[in-house]
């Protein structure tokens, strides 16, 4: 099966901005993957942020906003708040199914 | 838009389960639906997909063969039937809702609160 690669961890200060990354273990990703992205706290459902590489699921801030840089998709996140701080997921499409990375575990301090 | 998932219980290696997933607040039959599972303390899974009308179905490799999805669009229900289940299996599971009702690539738009399976002797 196809590797899904997440940075494992992150840190980011209050306020700050911090761009997470969603690549493939082998080749570039492209917008024709759909990546999407969720954010996950400890005993809660996961909730979807991204969907379609960078659209926006209803009720997300523009705070989070979604991308390809550099052969990867992106997750960034502007003026980070201590309740940003989740697991994140990203899931690419693979034509007859999906993947999700391993995860971001994100720290605000 | 609510899910709620039911149907986990401890069974044995081997043994067989049905999970449930009801849906209300939308035309349930517009949108594709998915199953995600988590193991305790892992990260997210994709299990399987199945269009708004039932005719496409999508499976992970782990499963393939012996996981079976389908919908009751007359009763607003998802299910997941799982054979031969092994200790890996064991998960917490997801019902979520797509964006469109084709497996066209829109991914997971609302998550249920999931049920557990625990496999084991």
């Known amino acids: 099966q196809t590797l899904v690669t997440q940075e494992p961890s992150f840190s980011v200060s209050p306020g700050g901005t911090v761009t997470l990354t969603c690549g493939l273990g082998s080749g570039s990703v492209s917008t024709g993957y759909y990546a999407s992205w969720f954010q996950q706290t400890p005993g809660q459902a996961p909730r979807t942020l991204i969907y379609?590489?960078?659209s926006r699921s209803s009720g997300v801030p523009d705070r989070f906003s979604g991308s390809i840089l550099g052969g990867k998709a992106a997750l960034t996140i502007t003026g980070a708040q201590a309740d940003d701080e989740s697991d994140y997921y990203c899931?690419?499409?693979?034509?007859?199914?999906?993947?999700f990375g391993g995860g971001t575990k994100l720290t605000v301090l | 838009v609510q899910l709620v998932e039911s149907g986990g219980l401890v069974v044995q290696p081997g043994g067989s389960l049905r999970l449930s997933c009801a849906a209300s607040?939308?035309?349930?039959?517009?949108?594709?639906m998915h199953w995600v599972r988590q193991a305790p303390g892992k990260g997210l899974e994709w299990v399987s997909l199945i269009s708004g009308d039932g005719g496409s179905t999508y499976y992970a490799d782990s499963v393939k063969g012996r996981f079976t999805i389908s919908r009751d669009n007359s009763e607003n229900s998802l299910f997941l039937q799982m054979n031969s289940l092994r200790p890996e299996d064991t998960a917490l599971y997801y019902c979520?809702?797509?964006?469109?009702?084709?497996?066209?690539?829109?991914?997971?738009?609302?998550w249920g609160q999931g049920t557990t399976v625990t496999v084991s002797s």
């Open positions: 979520a809702k797509d964006y469109v009702g084709s497996v066209a690539g829109y991914s997971m738009a609302v």
């Open positions: 607040g939308f035309t349930f039959d517009d949108f594709a």
């Open positions: 899931v690419l499409y693979m034509g007859r199914g999906w993947v």
């Open positions: 379609h590489t960078n």
